[in-house]
């Protein structure tokens, strides 16, 4: 099981695609857990989540998934976890807060709240990093191969 989660080919797109989702996601979710970036931090964040209706331990994995998902994505590590986890994060995104304002962005400011836009662009990159695995360069791409040779390598027997 563990190979299949790890398992990735040498593709160096995969590994632009899921560092670039990573560094977008990461100061959304160092703002909801630390308040970096102009955040609230972790108690506020969940506050804010309980107003949306969310409770407390789905607004939990939200941050958790946003903030060490966005890490993970980065180093490359259980990318496909990190990735289905920012996607449901995602999915809840559009259908509790974004979805009443339409597609677009605010860019003008000239609307009450953000459409699903960027939602939408993220999951279509995070799903592929769920199917594809986390490419070149990542500590999965490394962990697989080492798995992979060492369940190759023939046990010496005792004679």
Same mark, same amino acid.
């Not at 563990?2 to 989702?21: A, I, S």
């Not at 559009?94 to 960027?118: A, C, D, R, S």
């Given at each position: 099981?563990?190979?299949?989660?790890?398992?990735?080919?040498?593709?160096?797109? %995969?590994? %632009?695609?899921?560092?670039?989702?990573?560094?977008?996601?990461?100061?959304?979710?160092?703002?909801?857990?630390?308040?970096?970036?102009?955040?609230?931090?972790?108690?506020?964040?969940?506050?804010g989540?309980?107003?949306?209706?969310?409770?407390?331990?789905?607004?939990? %994995?939200?941050?958790?998934?946003?903030?060490?998902?966005? /890490?993970?994505? /980065?180093?490359?590590?259980? !990318?496909?976890?990190?990735?289905?986890?920012?996607?449901?994060?995602?999915?809840?995104?559009?259908f509790?807060?974004?979805?009443?304002?339409?597609?677009?962005?605010?860019? %003008?400011?000239?609307?009450?709240?953000?459409?699903?836009?960027?939602?939408?662009?993220?999951?279509?990159?995070?799903?592929?990093?769920?199917?594809r695995?986390?490419? !070149?360069?990542?500590?999965?791409?490394?962990?697989?191969?080492?798995?992979?040779?060492?369940?190759?390598?023939?046990?010496?027997?005792? !004679?």
């Amino acid at each position: 099981m563990l190979r299949k989660v790890l398992n990735t080919e040498d593709d160096w797109v %995969l590994t %632009l695609m899921r560092v670039v989702v990573g560094i977008v996601i990461f100061p959304h979710g160092a703002q909801l857990l630390l308040g970096w970036f102009g955040g609230y931090g972790y108690h506020a964040s969940i506050a804010g989540f309980a107003r949306e209706g969310i409770p407390p331990v789905f607004g939990f %994995l939200a941050i958790v998934s946003e903030f060490l998902g966005s /890490i993970g994505l /980065i180093i490359g590590f259980m !990318a496909r976890v990190a990735a289905l986890g920012i996607a449901v994060d995602m999915v809840v995104a559009i259908f509790k807060v974004h979805l009443p304002y339409g597609f677009f962005m605010n860019w %003008l400011g000239t609307q009450k709240g953000e459409g699903y836009e960027f939602h939408l662009l993220a999951l279509a990159l995070l799903i592929a990093i769920f199917v594809r695995g986390a490419g !070149a360069f990542s500590l999965d791409h490394a962990v697989s191969r080492s798995l992979t040779r060492s369940a190759s390598t023939p046990v010496p027997s005792r !004679a």
